[in-house]
Every structure is written in structure tokens, then in C-alpha cells.
């Protein structure tokens, strides 16, 4: 069992890797022999909630000895040719370039005076040759440190890094301190003796999204209030109906005819009075509601629509930004009641992708992309109200928030458990999912819109 310094999110730039992509930089640089190595990252990039974001796309490797060998004024350095071809790649495919080496050490790492002076040498002549963000990064199994030249001449240190795994790692040159006693905090007593003041610290720094607020979303949403979310972005243009009333918490006759987004702006307010709230009574395919996506730590995604599958997980892949599925299945046919689903399933950039697992119908989401008249026109043959009970989506909240907060704070045992979770109330049994992934999705694969982030996608290699 993997243990991690649990850091609070950092303001500033970060780098965020794939889990994935960590897993292999992590082989190559970190093998047992506590030798040097050194390795180059190329990456897409966009604004995030706390300053530029950084998103690795591909890893190139540096070969020991011949990209990577002894030189002139330090220890290890990258060959010539090693960074000619590949900042040229920079240049070309328009993305940041990131060389990469690895220091002694576990938990601290800072750049050598000689790693500094090579920056200064090099850097900004890499930047206007690739005319993209450089960032040299150093790190050890567990820190990391960045120095982020910016084309426009400005530079920075990087201020995290972030690996979206079963564990939300964030990497920085030296653990956070726990603060000391805060009595603000007070009502949390019970929550840090799991968690730690910087688990909750860090529940109170981020930005979560909930993407539809039926039986299941409404819970979620009470959920991740009561657990301390700082800034919750509530997402569903649905008005509250009659019979939504015994299954959405907190609902009363009142609220028939109103917008979910206002119950569950209540029910968090109810639950933690400081909490922010964005509260968006629209579609998910609004440009601007995507936006807000962008700018989360994590979604939840609890709508059974094709366009709120499609911009979810394009959210993922595209921006690098964590996600949980959850959602119950009732099939009743002809009075019979089958095999009752409650699904939680974990979508990692790169590892949890909706289209490779055959989750959107390219029909439903060209339907959906329609006006209301139009997709109402669309669905010719009237549908019949799904079944639900309040109990059953309880059960798929309660897995997709307690995996979430188990994932923030570092609690998982094991980094590289993917899986979702099945749960099938009659049978009473509990099973695990795995993903799959395509090498040719245009999504989740490499080379396509994976980790591209905002960058201009004009020049990017098809395949």
C-alpha cells in the first residue's frame, strides 16, 4: 500500500499527467538503480481555476547514454539531437515542450545551481523556437519542481503536479505543513480524524461539478456539501415534477414546477452555509457550460443524456479532468421486474473512456444536439417513465462520493485500481468493471484530442 503526502490544491500553474503516462515516466526514471535519467514530455495546454494548466500528452523517453548522457557543465544532460527533434516537434504540433530528470530522494527535490544555469542558457532560445511554454521539471517518486518559461519572455515556477490516478496525487518540491489548529473547522472534527487537516483543506479548495440533478445527482450534491466542497457547479435545466417529489432529497410540494438547480442550490446550503455555488439551469452543450466544466477538479456526471455523456467525458480526455459515473437501472417489462443495476464508474483520462466502452449512441447524441422541438419531434414513439426509487440511488451516490472522497485524500490502496463498481441489489453481490480503451477513439487515444486542451488543433499529426 502506496502512501502519499496529501497536498491541497496549489494556485498557480500545474502540470497535470495522466495516470497512465506517470505510471511509465515513473519505470524509466525510477527502475531501482538510483541512477540519472532523463526524458521529455510534450503537452497540450489551457486555463484552469487556479492558473495555466499544463496537460501531458505524450511521453518520449530518453535512451541512456545516448539521449541522455554525461555533459559539458553538469552531471546528465539531454543531447543535442534529443532536444532539436523534439522541440521541433513542440513547434510543429504547437505544444508545450517539458524535459524531465529525476533526483535522489523521496518527498522533497529542488533544481541544482547547475539544472538553473542550463535553464538560463537554453530556455529562451527553446522558446522562440517552439514559440509554447518550456517547463523544465525534476522529480523524485513523490515531489516534484517546475521552472515554466512563457514565450512572452516571463518566467515561473511551476506550482503542482497533478496525476488524476485512483488517487488524486498533487506533486510539489515539499509536502504541505498542517496548519495548525483552526476553530473554523470545528464542525469538520469528526471528518479530520479521517481525512487530516489537509484532506480537508483540500475538499475546501476545489471545484466539483454536478451534471444532472435527478434521484441521484440531488444526493451527490448533499454529499460533497457535507463533506466540505468548497465551489460546487450544479448543472441540469429539468423542473421539478410531482412525481420527482419522493425521490429528490429535501424536495417539498413547493418546488414543483422550479428548476432542480434551485432544490439543490438549497440542499447544499442547508448542509454548509459558506459554501460557492454555480448553479447553471441550462444544457450541458451551451459553450459556456462547458466552460465551467473545464475549470473543475472533478465531475460528476449523473444524466442519462447522450449530449451530457458526449461533453463529460470530452472533458476527460480533452482537459484531463477526473470523473465518476453514476446511475441506477430498473428494467421492467411487461410487469416484471429484471435485474436491478446501482453503476459507479470511474472515468480517468486515458484509462475510463464513455465511447470505447459503447456508453453514447452516435444517434441519440445527433438528437440531442437538437432544439427541444426538434428532439421531441425526433422521438416519434412516445417513451415510458423509467422506474426509481430513492434507496437504490442512494446506493450509487453514496459509492461514486465515498470512492471521491477516498481518491482526494489519498485513502485508496491501490494507485492503479480503475474499476468501476457494480452493484446488483437482488442478487445482493457486487462486482468490479474495467474500462476499455481504443487505439483508435478519437478521444482517449494518443495522437488524437487526448490532453490537446485549447491549444490550436490545426497542426496536430492524424492518424
Known amino acids: 500500500m502506496a502512501h502519499h503526502a496529501v497536498n491541497p490544491p496549489a494556485t498557480g500553474a500545474s502540470l497535470t499527467i495522466p495516470a497512465r503516462l506517470w505510471q511509465q515516466l515513473h519505470a524509466h526514471l525510477f527502475p531501482g538503480d538510483h541512477a540519472a535519467h532523463g526524458a521529455v514530455l510534450l503537452a497540450g495546454?489551457?486555463?484552469?481555476?487556479?492558473?495555466?494548466?499544463?496537460?501531458?500528452?505524450?511521453?518520449?523517453?530518453a535512451r541512456d547514454h545516448i539521449d541522455y548522457q554525461p555533459g559539458t557543465t553538469g552531471y546528465h544532460a539531454l543531447s543535442a539531437a534529443f532536444v532539436r527533434d523534439n522541440i521541433l516537434r513542440a513547434r510543429d504540433e504547437h505544444l508545450a515542450y517539458i524535459p524531465v530528470h529525476n533526483h535522489g530522494g523521496t518527498t522533497r527535490v529542488q533544481f541544482s545551481p547547475t539544472d538553473l544555469a542550463s535553464h538560463e542558457r537554453g530556455y529562451p532560445t527553446l522558446t522562440q523556437i517552439s514559440d509554447t511554454p518550456i517547463c523544465g521539471l525534476v522529480l523524485t517518486p513523490q515531489a516534484a519542481a517546475g521552472d515554466l518559461w512563457h514565450p512572452d519572455g516571463t518566467r515561473t515556477d511551476l506550482a503542482e503536479v497533478v496525476i488524476p490516478a485512483n488517487n488524486l496525487l498533487r506533486l510539489r518540491p515539499q509536502p504541505t505543513a498542517p496548519s495548525a489548529s483552526d476553530t473554523s473547522h470545528a464542525s469538520y472534527d469528526r471528518q479530520v480524524r479521517i481525512f487530516g487537516d489537509l484532506g480537508q483543506r483540500t475538499f475546501q479548495a476545489m471545484r466539483v461539478a454536478v451534471i444532472g440533478l435527478g434521484g441521484v445527482g440531488n444526493l451527490i450534491t448533499e454529499y460533497l456539501?457535507?463533506?466540505?466542497?468548497?465551489?460546487?457547479?450544479?448543472?441540469?435545466?429539468?423542473?421539478?415534477?410531482?412525481?420527482?417529489?419522493?425521490r429528490l432529497s429535501g424536495a417539498t410540494a413547493s418546488d414543483v414546477g422550479h428548476p432542480k438547480t434551485a432544490l439543490a442550490s438549497r440542499l447544499a446550503r442547508q448542509a454548509q452555509p459558506t459554501i460557492t455555488i454555480?448553479?447553471?439551469?441550462?444544457?450541458?452543450?451551451?459553450?459556456?457550460?462547458?466552460?465551467?466544466l473545464r475549470q473543475c477538479d472533478w465531475l460528476f456526471l449523473a444524466a442519462d443524456g447522450a449530449a451530457a455523456r458526449h461533453f463529460t467525458n470530452a472533458a476527460v480526455q480533452q482537459y484531463l479532468i477526473p470523473a465518476t459515473q453514476a446511475g441506477v437501472k430498473i428494467p421492467v417489462r411487461d410487469g416484471t421486474v429484471g435485474q436491478i443495476h446501482a453503476v459507479t464508474r470511474?472515468?480517468?483520462?486515458?484509462?475510463?473512456?464513455l465511447w470505447c466502452d459503447g456508453l453514447i449512441n452516435p444517434t441519440d447524441l445527433a438528437i440531442d444536439m437538437h432544439a427541444p422541438a426538434d428532439r421531441a419531434a425526433a422521438h416519434y414513439v412516445p417513451g415510458t417513465p423509467a422506474a426509481s426509487v430513492l434507496p437504490l440511488n442512494a446506493l450509487a451516490a453514496a459509492e461514486a462520493v465515498s470512492h471521491f472522497m477516498h481518491a482526494v485524500s489519498c485513502l485508496h490502496d491501490d494507485d492503479l485500481d480503475h474499476a468501476g463498481v457494480l452493484h446488483r441489489p437482488r442478487t445482493r453481490t457486487r462486482d468490479l468493471i474495467n474500462s476499455r480503451t481504443h487505439p483508435d477513439c478519437r478521444w482517449?487515444?494518443?495522437?488524437?484530442?487526448?490532453?490537446?486542451?485549447?491549444?490550436p488543433t490545426t497542426n496536430v499529426a492524424s492518424s
Do not use: M, Y
Open 45 to 61: 495546454w489551457t486555463d484552469g481555476p487556479r492558473g495555466l494548466r499544463l496537460l501531458a500528452r505524450e511521453l518520449i523517453p
Open 225 to 246: 456539501a457535507r463533506l466540505g466542497i468548497g465551489h460546487l457547479i450544479l448543472v441540469d435545466d429539468d423542473l421539478v415534477d410531482e412525481t420527482n417529489l419522493p
Open 278 to 292: 454555480t448553479s447553471l439551469t441550462e444544457r450541458v452543450e451551451q459553450t459556456h457550460v462547458q466552460a465551467e
Open 346 to 353: 470511474l472515468l480517468l483520462p486515458g484509462t475510463g473512456c
Open 444 to 455: 482517449c487515444a494518443p495522437q488524437k484530442q487526448f490532453a490537446l486542451g485549447d491549444r
